[in-house]
């Protein structure tokens, strides 16, 4: 039986969920003894070697000479906003405790990713998307707030680093997406890499610290990176060759389940009840997300 382009699609999407399920808890645990410099060196060098492996063995560097100057312009960008929005995700899972709130906290980036689309790739969204799109908000706010009094103190700290990282990680995906048949998954993840391991490099020689690190870290740093810089990006790209952007994001969001067993599995930790409950209503929020999308898509082809 021939599987269709939305299958493939879907199953893309879901190794890639599991795979950076994976991330948060290898990096975690990696983090817990190696700074953002040394941990960047080792995993970004690892996840580099991995895709160009990946691309020797599927002789995919003569796509190289399909590029043009535009394709390299638009490679920078989404390189430089990888710096950043990187650095922002692994701050906010070495500054929160949990990696499992950090997930959670991170369900508000299909609302980015769905507000973008609606406005570059022109994408339409409908009355029931919106409700879990605010559903998704009022979870992310319901797992932060601390409750005390001042704006410096009312949310947990690492919240902001999660906010950044969704908002840079949702631009990143609407350009992705416009340029997708322009530029192969292959190349995007070399570039990615690339860009971040430089980053990585210039840091550690910044903070003049030593590569020198545990057995334990370096064995969660090298089966991270399989996960994280090959595992996840190659497949989160090559879904977006099957299915709307929109639709990717919904599958993404189930990740926090993941996350949740794994800490539980791997640290024996488990989220407070509040953080429990917010992250439920972000899942929540964006099944409705999901529903109104196939609502919206049904109605389109009638």
Known sequence: MKITNSVKGFLLALVSVIAVSNVFIFSKAALNEVSL???GVYWFTFGLLWILLYAWYHKSFKILKTLNSKCYIVLAILGTIEVVGTYFFFKSIYTVSNPTIVSFIGNISPVFIISLSFIVLKERFNYIEMFGMVLAVLGAVVISYKGEAGINDMFIDGAQYVLCFSLLSAINAVIVKKYIKKIHPIIL????SLFLLVFSILALKYTHESLTISSSAMKNI?????????LTVVTGYLALQYIPLSRKAIIASTKGLFVLLGSYLYFNQFPPAIALIGGLITIFGLL???LGKIKHQKLHKD
């Open 37 to 39: 410099p040394q941990f």
């Open 189 to 192: 993840t070399i570039s990615r």
């Open 222 to 230: 090298f089966i991270g990176s399989l996960l994280g810089p090959f």
């Open 288 to 290: 409705l997300i999901a």
